[in-house]
């Protein structure tokens, strides 16, 4: 079965700081993978997928993460955090075969961003 | 854009006793019902997955008899925690899929289940 990593639980940033949030993932074969946020309150959404090509991919907000294969990684990214970004992000991976059925999920990052 | 409800949002049930947790689509047809649990401090967890007029499929490790999923439109999905221990106690969350393989999948906002 697939597992997922999420470091550093808790981030606290001021507004216009960039945002890192890593993921590591272990599966032994082709995954799908993803970021959820949840904003206070409110039901998971989906910020971006990666299912196949351009391995930096592209979400809402401003949000983009990369898929590093080698390294088992898909670090989500965004250059200057708003305090509307406050929230917590979930990372998660479903074996290919599956698509987006079969998440296994991170603990979660809460991010909080300080005006 | 869609929206999925859960209800309750929050329980209290005694020791033996039963809960019964709804998950609805209220905009689009479900034909595939997700039901997490998630405890504290520790990522969610899938327990099943629900087809419309089928029988859930459950992960390893995750009691079918006491947890039933009952999935009878395509619209309603429902969790019942039969015999609730305070080792239930957890966030349960469910999530529903339209028609297409990789539709997106839309989640409720969580139940949070407390036995005493």
């Known amino acids: 079965a697939q597992s997922v990593s999420q470091h550093n639980h808790h981030v606290i940033l001021s507004e216009a700081a960039s945002l890192e949030l890593g993921c590591n993932y272990s599966y032994g074969g082709t995954v799908n993978l993803f970021w959820y946020v949840q904003y206070p309150g409110q039901h998971l959404q989906l910020l971006l997928k990666y299912f196949s090509g351009d391995p930096l991919v592209k979400g809402i907000k401003g949000f983009e993460a990369e898929f590093i294969k080698s390294k088992f990684s898909f670090n989500l990214r965004k250059p200057s955090v708003q305090w509307s970004d406050t929230a917590e992000y979930f990372c998660?991976?479903?074996?290919?075969?599956?698509?987006?059925?079969?998440?296994?999920f991170g603990k979660g990052n809460q991010v909080v961003v300080i005006p | 854009g869609a929206v999925v409800s859960q209800h309750p949002s929050w329980v209290i049930c005694k020791s033996g006793t039963s809960v019964k947790i709804e998950c609805r689509s209220l905009?689009?047809?479900?034909?595939?019902m997700f039901w997490y649990r998630q405890f504290p401090k520790q990522s969610l967890m899938l327990m099943a997955t629900?087809?419309?007029?089928?029988?859930?499929?459950?992960e390893q490790g995750v009691e079918k008899d006491k947890f039933l999923i009952n999935h009878a439109s395509l619209t309603l999905s429902t969790l019942t925690v039969t015999s609730a221990h305070p080792e239930d106690s957890s966030f349960y969350i469910c999530?529903?899929?339209?028609?297409?393989?990789?539709?997106?999948?839309?989640f409720g906002n969580g139940t949070r289940l407390t036995v005493t």
């Open positions: 998660a991976v479903s074996p290919e075969r599956y698509g987006n059925n079969r998440l296994a």
């Open positions: 629900s087809n419309e007029g089928s029988k859930a499929t459950y």
């Open positions: 905009d689009f047809q479900a034909t595939t």
């Open positions: 999530s529903a899929r339209g028609t297409g393989y990789n539709s997106p999948l839309h």
